[in-house]
């Protein structure tokens, strides 16, 4: 009976350990605290919401084959999340090339505006540092991001059908977010950040 009990119990770690892989820790246990690990519920909460786009991307897939533009993309996820969550941020999805993340859910952080702003400062520097600007050298492109960063009221918690869900947030700030990063084309900046989350910094 122990040895089925650790047999259980060493595939459920397992289970866990790779599931974290897909969803963020904080994410797994706040559910798993909360026993609404597989309800679809949202609920209201204060967040701040990045997002993060590579500057001409498209172009940058047409001229690079693809086994050097994974290695191109998975060197550029491995830098920016390290950022991500070194302040704090929980990231909820990669888009293609685009990065979302979240301070404030699922689990209240101090300072959030700050920590997210200082994130997309330090993401726009990293493109400018080796080892993504000798990488991105090597091939022969440009690389640059855009960052909006926007804090407000948002539903976060899981979303979708009973087959599949996602945890995510939703709201205006999170669409604000959205918004602000793809403005930076027309002002020609890097890093766009609403009022609310300035006023806070």
Known sequence: ????????????????????????????????????????????????????????????CENVPPPVLSGLVRLYFERMSRIVMGHGGVIDKFIGDAIMAVWGA?????????????????????????????AFALVDQPLAIRVGVASGEVLAGNMGSRERMNWTVIGDAVNLAARLESINKYWGTSVIVSEDTALEV
């Not at 246990?29 to 001409?56: E, H």
């Not at 920590?115 to 400062?121: D, I, N």
């Open 106 to 134: 699922p689990i209240a952080i101090d300072h959030q505006e700050l920590r997210a702003t200082l994130c997309a400062l330090l993401m726009n520097q990293e493109t400018t540092i080796n080892p993504l600007q000798e």
């Open 1 to 60: 009976e122990i040895a089925a009990l650790q047999r259980a119990f060493f595939v459920m770690s397992t289970a866990i350990r790779n599931f974290t892989r897909y969803v963020p820790k904080d994410v797994v246990r706040g559910l798993m605290a909360s026993g609404q690990l597989c309800d679809i519920q949202m609920a209201p909460t204060y967040a701040t919401t990045l997002f993060s786009d590579i500057k001409g991307f498209t172009t940058i």
